[in-house]
C-alpha cells in the first residue's frame, strides 16, 4: 500500500559518481523550516542560492544506499514521480550518526557530565531529530547566503583548507543567526549546544587522523570555548567549567559576529579579513 506522500527517488550519494539508487520514503514536513520565515530572512543574509532541502524518513532502501554508507544530505539526480531536483535530508541517517558515534566520540574528549549535557537536547528521539534537521538545514543556509558556493570554488577559495574550515565555521554562524530570526531563544540554545555537540562529537575525533574542514571547524571551537573559559581541561579530558553559564550570552556574540561579517562578506568570506583572522587567532593564545 502506498503511503500518502511517498515519493519515489534515484539519488546519488553526494561526492560519488553514477552510484544511483532508489530510496522511497515520506518527505517530513513537521522537520522542515517554516518557508514564510526563510523567505523573510532570504534578503537580511543575502541568501542566492534555493535551499529545497526536503527531510524525508526512508521506508524503503534499494541499491547502493543498503550498503554501510554514512551520509545524510543525498542530492537526487532524477524524480521519478515529477518534482523539482531537492536535496534530500535522510533523516534516519542523522540519527543513526548520531546515536552510532556522537556520544561514544564525546565520552573521549569530555568528561562524563559535560557529554551528558552536551548531547542533552538530542537525547530525545523525536525532539532530538527535529532539532538535527533544524541544524543541518540552517548550515546549509549559510552556505547559500551572500556568495554562492558555486562562485567561491570557481575563484579556488576552497584550495586551501583553512580557508575552507572558516567556511565551515561562517555557515554554523550564519545559520545561527537565521535561527535567532526563526525560533525562540530556548529554542536557539538547543540548537547551538546542537551544533557543538555534533562538530565535537562526530567531526572534532577525526582531527589527528582525519584533518579536514569539518574536523578543523570541530578544533577551532574547542579553542573557542577554551578561550571564552567555558572549558577546561581536567585529568586528560575536558569538561564544561559551569553548564549554568549564559549560553544565549555566547551565542549572542557569535551571531553579531555572523551579522558583523555580513557587511563586509566578500574578504570575510575568502577567509581573508584580518578582524576575523585575529578573533580566530585569539582563541589560540
Ligand atoms: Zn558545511
Not at 100 to 126: C, G, M, R
Not at 173 to 178: D, M, P, R, T, V
Not at 187 to 205: A, K, N, P, Q
Amino acid at each position: 500500500m502506498e503511503l500518502e506522500n511517498d515519493i519515489v527517488i534515484t539519488g546519488k550519494v553526494v561526492g560519488y559518481k553514477g552510484d544511483n539508487s532508489l530510496i522511497k520514503g515520506v518527505i517530513s514536513n513537521e522537520h522542515s523550516l517554516d518557508p514564510i520565515k526563510v523567505e523573510l530572512i532570504r534578503k537580511q543574509f543575502q541568501i542566492v542560492g534555493d535551499i529545497s532541502l526536503i527531510p524525508m524518513l526512508e521506508t524503503e532502501l534499494f541499491g547502493y544506499f543498503n550498503n554501510n554508507h554514512s551520509e545524510a544530505l543525498i542530492i537526487p539526480s532524477m524524480w521519478e514521480s515529477g518534482g523539482t531536483e531537492k536535496t534530500i535530508l535522510r533523516l534516519k541517517k542523522l540519527r543513526e550518526r548520531f546515536d552510532l558515534h556522537v556520544s561514544s566520540n564525546l565520552n573521549k574528549i569530555f568528561d562524563q557530565s559535560s557529554t551528558k549535557f552536551l548531547i542533552s537536547p538530542l537525547v530525545n528521539e523525536a525532539e532530538g531529530l527535529k532539532i538535527q534537521a533544524h541544524e543541518y538545514a540552517l548550515h546549509e543556509l549559510g552556505h547559500i547566503s551572500n556568495n554562492s558556493l558555486l562562485k567561491k570554488y570557481k575563484q579556488g577559495v576552497f584550495s586551501n583548507l583553512s580557508c575552507q574550515a572558516i567556511e565551515e565555521l561562517r555557515a554554523d554562524l550564519i545559520g545561527w543567526a537565521i535561527a535567532h530570526n526563526v525560533f525562540d531563544s530556548a529554542y536557539c540554545v538547543d540548537i547551538f549546544l546542537s551544533t557543538l555537540c555534533l562538530r565535537l562529537g562526530y567531526d572534532y575525533h577525526r582531527f589527528d587522523n582525519d584533518l579536514n574542514p569539518h574536523s578543523l571547524c570541530g578544533e577551532m571551537y574547542i579553542q573557542f570555548l577554551k578561550h571564552k573559559k567555558v572549558i577546561k581541561k581536567e585529568n586528560g579530558k575536558y569538561k564544561f567549567c559551569d553548564i549554568s553559564f549564559d549560553f544565549m550570552e555566547l551565542f549572542d556574540e557569535l551571531i553579531n559576529w555572523a551579522i558583523e561579517s555580513s557587511i563586509n562578506v566578500d574578504s570575510y568570506e575568502y577567509g581573508l579579513d584580518k578582524k576575523i583572522l585575529k578573533k580566530i587567532g585569539a582563541w589560540y593564545e
